[in-house]
């Protein structure tokens, strides 16, 4: 079996744990996973979810290595990420470093600077995030300020040799006002580090201010940015993320045009998540779109995290996930877009994905022909999807 194949199956059905202590709960980005490097190449993947308990994978500790089982066969030896010495720091106002910011994947910082949304309601909400969850458990604080994200991503880059940040946030109230949280903490960490940063955000509220707000931000230090609408199917957007869907694709559309002309291909990205209830094909096709326009797609497993409003789902099938990935590689490859060129943020980390193995995959040489849209039809019956806003 392939290693993107061992890492697509590992992200849907979620590995055993030998013991407790390597998983978070709650946040934006990969809650409700363990960190593991695999090949060389770090994933997320669910370990406490209820349906981890039918996975055939597990992790076994054997003499000094610790060893990955698909039922009694030994596959491979893989890695843990270890805990980050930075974890052990406190700012200087006495708030864990922790509670700040942590590392995803091997060397990338991540932060929710504003740790509540607006949209937080059960009629509101998307479905799929957790972003309040933390900061109930207090795990967070509500708002991390421009100074102690910047003494914390110093302090990471020192002892931990991270290279890169994320900084996600809810929705402001008013709304659109969290873009100059995301402006002031991208400006101090720069200046502190002088790291890549990615943001992540909704298309500003004016069209007409697209321009002007993506200057800005760039300005203000950040390299790359994720506008994510996770899925180009409007009945489905409609009901995973209605806030989303009330924004309309064609602001979206927009959106990406103008951070692209700014940010430049590459350099903008979006999530797509498998398992909201969309046909491979549209997934394939919504992939293609945003890429004739140079947005990355960024291509992700559902990660039901507990607590959230999908926590008794589960992650789509991983053969319907490999299928998935071998038509988006063929489709990066013909647009010119690739994970090891952008600057900063999930697309650059890659962990929650698949797509980097298939990279590694592709350009190794070593991936099994890609299958097409086509071969899909016949097991998952693919129905027409029109994107309209």
């Known amino acids: 079996m392939e290693l993107s194949e061992i890492i697509t199956e ?14 978070r709960k709650g946040g934006a980005g990969p809650a409700e996973a363990g960190s593991l490097i695999v090949g060389d190449i770090p994933i997320n993947v669910p370990v406490s979810s209820p349906f981890v308990s039918r996975s055939s994978y597990a992790l076994k500790s054997v003499s000094d290595e610790l060893r990955l089982l698909r039922g009694d066969e030994d596959l491979t030896s893989v890695r843990l990420v270890p805990k980050p010495r930075f974890y052990d720091e406190h700012t200087r106002d006495g708030v864990p470093y922790s509670k700040i910011a942590l590392l995803h ?41 421009p100074d102690q994200l910047a003494e914390v991503a110093a302090k990471a880059k020192a002892l931990d040799s991270v290279g890169h940040v994320v900084l996600t946030t809810g929705m402001g109230e008013p709304p659109g006002s969290e873009l100059s949280h995301l402006m002031a903490a991208s400006t101090a960490i720069k200046t502190a580090g002088g790291l890549p940063i990615h943001a992540q955000f909704l298309p500003p509220l004016e069209k007409g201010a697209f321009s002007d707000t993506f200057q800005a931000l760039k300005a203000a230090g950040v390299d790359t940015v994720g506008i994510h609408i996770e899925s180009l199917d409007p009945e489905i957007l409609e009901h995973m993320a209605p806030m989303k869907a009330a924004i309309g694709l064609k602001r979206f559309e927009a959106a990406w045009k103008a951070a692209v002309a700014v940010f430049g291909p590459n350099q903008v990205s979006s999530f797509l998540i498998a398992g909201l209830g969309e046909a491979p094909a549209t997934l394939i096709q919504a992939s293609e779109y945003m890429a004739d326009m140079g947005v990355y797609p960024f291509v992700v497993p559902l990660r039901p995290i507990p607590g959230s409003l999908m926590s008794d789902a589960c992650p789509p099938d991983p053969e319907v996930m490999k299928g998935v990935y071998e038509a988006v590689i063929k489709v990066l490859e013909a647009k010119g877009l690739s994970s090891a060129q952008s600057l900063a943020g999930c697309v650059r980390c890659g962990a929650c ?21 086509e071969d899909l039809d016949e097991a998952f019956k693919i129905r027409e999807t029109v994107f309209v806003e």
């Open 10 to 23: 590992l992200q849907s059905l979620g590995v055993k744990l030998p013991q407790e202590g390597l998983h």
């Open 353 to 373: 994905s698949a797509l980097a193995a298939y990279e590694y995959c592709r350009d190794s040489m070593v991936c099994h022909p890609a299958r097409t849209p």
């Open 105 to 145: 994947g091997m060397d990338c910082l991540a932060s929710s600077v504003l740790q509540t949304c607006t949209y937080w309601h059960p009629e509101k909400r998307c479905r799929f995030c957790g972003i309040e969850l933390s900061l109930k458990a207090q795990q967070t604080i509500p708002l991390k300020s």
